[in-house]
């Protein structure tokens, strides 16, 4: 009978705290110069980015303003830069730039449904000439990277960075000094734990209550297993 009692409360407890194991893919993150599905957008320059818009930048353009599709000599460019799941874009169609400065490139994201204090995100991009802040929410997560357009450059945005509930932004600050100007974000992907709402629809941190569940059923199984 004991035993049965422990087998039992075991469950419990990993019922409880089996959840904090898994993470759901976080919606709404995409790649650079691709459709709704994430497939990179058919066709030449200048078609505008469903996800990205450069919201502030030099020169005499209208921000906000799409980006759009911009082929060019990059690496991973053959054929013509539509290989992979990404799309080089820029301010306009042939790759000039509106001017030296800084374009800040941002595209939202929602955590609904998720616990934000477990997001996380991962990913690369390829510039030029640089990207001279990477931001979360208004506030800078990363700082200047050297030129990056003859590779990749990984980024890592970890637990504990400051994503909230419901929309987020994120910011890519490019730096240009001289056209072509051009970005290409890719292999972005994030994940966060489902969000655990109380009776009034709350929601809290998973971890929280999970970990006290499973402490309170320990507990009691130790005390009947003496």
């Known amino acids: 009978m004991k035993h049965s009692l422990v087998f039992l409360i075991l469950t419990g407890l990993a019922l409880a705290i089996g959840p904090l194991a898994f993470a759901d893919a976080i919606p709404g993150l995409f790649n650079t110069g691709v459709d709704g599905l994430g497939n990179p957008l ?9 996800h990205y818009t450069i919201i502030s930048g030099p020169g005499n353009n209208i921000y906000p303003t799409p980006a759009v599709t911009f082929n060019c000599c990059y690496f991973a460019d053959q054929p013509a830069g539509l290989n992979g799941n990404s799309r080089w874009v820029s ?31 991962v990913g690369r991009f390829g510039v030029d000439n ?6 979360l929410n208004g506030f800078t997560i990363a700082g200047a990277t050297a030129d990056t357009f003859f ?70 199984g130790r005390r009947l297993y003496k």
Request: aromatic share 6%; hydrophobic share 40%; net charge negative.
């Open 151 to 220: 590779s990749y450059t990984g980024f890592t945005i970890p637990v504990g960075s400051p994503f909230k509930a419901g929309l987020n932004t994120l910011d890519f600050l490019v730096n240009d000094s001289g056209a072509p100007m051009s970005l290409r974000v890719d292999s972005l992907v994030g994940t966060a734990s489902p969000a655990v709402t109380i009776g009034n629809g709350v929601p809290e941190p998973a971890m929280i209550p999970l970990l006290a569940s499973g402490l309170v059923l320990l507990a009691i």
């Open 42 to 50: 058919v066709g030449g320059n200048g078609i505008s980015d469903p």
């Open 91 to 121: 301010v306009n169609a042939n790759g000039a730039n509106a001017g030296s400065g800084v374009y800040d490139f941002q595209t939202t994201f929602s955590l609904n449904g998720l616990d934000p204090s477990t997001a996380a995100i």
């Open 130 to 135: 640089q990207v001279e802040e990477t931001n």
